[in-house]
Nanobody, 127 residues
């Protein structure tokens, strides 16, 4: 059974930082791309960042480029999202997800490419 457990969310002031973690089990972690998505209040879930299975390829939504960094530690079966210079518009529930099988540089943006999801962690940025 595949499990993804996010942690690291919380309340932070604008300009602050948080690091989210997502611990995975039940699947060969290093064989799949990982992604972070978020769902702001009253809105659809949206793509934030993705990383290929080796970590060599990453991609970000434009609104977080230069502020967020996705990384992974395959030895620890964990993916991270370092979030700096946080803004109130970053407030959302953040979800990690693991993709379907793909090539070594496969790092998809689309929700439909991800087949297992965590329960989410709340990030609230106050102004």
């Amino acid at each position: 059974q595949v499990q993804l457990v996010e942690s690291g969310g919380g309340l932070v002031q604008a300009g602050g930082s948080l690091r989210l973690s997502c611990a995975a089990s039940g699947r060969t972690f290093s064989s799949y791309a990982m992604g972070w998505f978020r769902q702001p209040p009253g809105k659809e879930r949206e793509f934030v960042a993705t990383i290929s299975r080796s970590g060599a390829s990453t991609d970000y939504v434009d609104s977080v480029k230069g502020r967020f960094t996705i990384s992974r530690d395959n030895a620890k079966n964990t993916v991270y999202l370092q979030m700096n210079s946080l803004k109130p518009e970053d407030t959302a529930v953040y979800f990690c997800a693991t993709s379907r099988a793909g090539t070594s540089n496969y790092s998809p943006r689309m929700r439909g490419e991800y087949i297992y999801w965590g329960q989410g962690t709340q990030v609230t940025v106050s102004s």
